[in-house]
């Protein structure tokens, strides 16, 4: 699976909007991008993915750039609740591995009151 | 539905004692994987199944470790003999694989070996 590169950490403000980059330049035509973030002792859990255009859900929202090298993952109001280790994933979908994710290292996101 | 069961939630054992983890996967899912979690190496995929049939097992660090799903709702990890360098939390997860689908992970259990 391709690689991702993530900031190793982000501090935002409570009720702020937050920008979460991953680059990703050798991703291929088949890989979507996984969003998935691990909350303090817990089990990770998804947030988003997105093959080429923007996606919109209830947690977030996923920017995805017109050559695929890199997206954003949007939280439009970060709460404390936000607070956690977001992974960008790249999984090739056509690959037929049953979904299997390769973690990276991850963005630890730090939310100020 | 409970979501993915993971037992016992903490494990304290001591070296070279036979350390056994368990799973309950989300109903109708087909697919079943475990992963360990260290600081050091972060989430690494040990094995993952396929209606109860193993598929992948190359991230299974070495022959002290054996999983095995006798059947679609029940799943063990087993580490035999354990030693401290086995301590870490181990996740299971499943999915009901179609395109682009997600995982939904367990608790986790926090394994210390002493």
């Known amino acids: 699976d391709a690689k991702t590169t993530q900031p190793n950490s982000m501090e935002s403000n409570e009720e702020e909007p937050v920008h979460l980059p991953c680059n990703h330049s050798?991703?291929?035509?088949?890989?979507?991008i996984h969003w998935y973030r691990q909350l303090p002792s817990q089990g990770p859990e998804y947030v988003i993915h997105?093959?080429?255009s923007n996606v919109n859900n209830r947690m977030a929202s996923l920017a995805i750039a017109e050559d695929r090298k890199s997206s954003t993952l949007i939280l439009h109001r970060a709460t404390l609740r936000d607070a956690a280790v977001y992974y960008c994933?790249?999984?090739?979908?056509?690959?037929?591995?049953?979904?299997?994710?390769?973690f990276g290292q991850g963005t630890e996101l730090s939310v100020k009151p | 539905d409970a979501g993915v069961i993971q037992s016992p939630r903490h494990e304290v054992t001591e070296m070279g004692q036979e350390v056994t983890l368990r799973c309950k996967p989300i109903?109708?899912?087909?697919?079943l994987f475990w992963y360990r979690q260290t600081m050091m190496r972060g989430l690494e995929l040990l094995i993952y199944f396929n209606n109860n049939v193993p598929i992948d097992d190359s991230g299974m660090p070495e022959d002290r470790f054996s999983a095995k799903m006798p059947n679609a709702s029940f799943s063990t990890l087993k580490i035999q003999p354990s030693e401290p360098r086995d301590s870490a939390v181990y996740f299971c997860?499943?999915?009901?694989?179609?395109?682009?689908?997600?995982?939904?992970f367990g608790p986790g259990t926090r394994l210390t070996v002493t």
């Open positions: 997105g093959l080429t």
């Open positions: 997860a499943s999915s009901f694989y179609r395109l682009a689908s997600e995982q939904y």
């Open positions: 109903s109708g899912h087909d697919y």
């Open positions: 050798t991703i291929s035509g088949t890989d979507y």
């Open positions: 994933i790249l999984r090739d979908e056509l690959d037929n591995q049953g979904g299997k994710l390769i």
